[in-house]
C-alpha cells in the first residue's frame, strides 16, 4: 500500500512538473491566439471608416509586448485595456499626435 501511494504520488508530481514546463508555450500560442483575432477587429474598424487611434496605439504595444518581451501578465493587462477601446472608442476623432520632446 505505501509502495503504490508512493508511485502515485511520484507520477503525480512528474505530471505537474510537465505541465509546468509547458506553460511557456502554452502562453504564447494562447494570447497569440487572442492578439491575432483583436488585430482582425481593429482592422475590421478600419475598413468601416472607424478613427479609432487609441485602439490603434494599444495594439501596436500590445503587439511589441507580446513579440518581444513575452509578459503575458501585462499581454494579457493590454488585451484588456485594447477590448475595452474597440467596445467603446472614447474619442474617434482624436488627432494622432507626436510628442514634441523626442517624437513618439
Not at 485595456?81 to 488627432?95: F, G, H, I, S, V
Request: glycine share 8%.
Amino acid at each position: 500500500m505505501k509502495k503504490g501511494f508512493l508511485i502515485t504520488c511520484l507520477v503525480a508530481l512528474l505530471l505537474a512538473g510537465a505541465a509546468w514546463w509547458q506553460r511557456g508555450p502554452i502562453e504564447k500560442n494562447y494570447y497569440g491566439w487572442r492578439v491575432y483575432r483583436l488585430r482582425g477587429e481593429v482592422l475590421e474598424q478600419e475598413q468601416r471608416q472607424i478613427k479609432n487611434i487609441p485602439a490603434h496605439q494599444i495594439y501596436n504595444e500590445l503587439e511589441w509586448i507580446y513579440g518581444k518581451t513575452h509578459e503575458y501578465c501585462r499581454v494579457r493587462d493590454r488585451i484588456g485595456a485594447l477590448r475595452a477601446a474597440l467596445d467603446d472608442p472614447q474619442n474617434y476623432t482624436a488627432e494622432d499626435e507626436q510628442s514634441p520632446d523626442d517624437g513618439s
